[in-house]
């Protein structure tokens, strides 16, 4: 089942924190080059996760993962995201949980970038990653 949640503090980000004092806050967290559609930057990773902040111009396709759990919470921005087979709009302060072997993707509608927190469950090298065809 997909939940969307709205999360009001920040329990939910000081494990992030504790090990990753270089970082006062996400907001504080800024893309550091141009790109052209998909920029990730990771802010921390252990065997049991792996976190990222990941900026988006156009879109990201439809994929899953084999083997991942995924959390997004979107910090910026706005778009219209796919999530099995339910499609919804999606914006900042919003919270989706993903399963493991459920086709994501979303399609930034904001003229500013989506700024995602994404965390992945366990530690992600990005194997299991498989591109679907809508």
């Known amino acids: 089942m997909i939940q969307r949640l709205f999360i009001f503090s920040f329990i939910f980000f000081v494990p992030f924190f504790v090990g990753a004092q270089s970082f006062s806050s996400l907001d504080s967290i800024n893309c550091p080059i141009d790109y052209d559609n ?17 900026w988006i111009n156009k879109e990201v396709k439809l994929h899953k993962h084999l083997t991942h759990s995924e959390s997004i919470y979107i910090l910026e921005g706005e778009g219209l995201m796919k999530i099995g087979d339910k499609t919804m709009s999606v914006g ?6 993903i399963p493991e072997n459920t086709p994501h993707g979303v399609n930034v509608t ?3 970038p989506m700024k995602v927190l994404s965390i ?14 809508d």
């Open 110 to 112: 904001s003229r500013k």
């Open 120 to 133: 992945q469950a366990p530690e992600f090298d990005g194997k299991d990653r498989v591109q679907i065809q």
């Open 92 to 97: 900042k302060g919003d919270y989706y949980f």
């Open 38 to 54: 998909i920029y990730v930057k990771k802010i921390q990773s252990d065997k049991n996760q792996s976190a990222f902040i990941i």
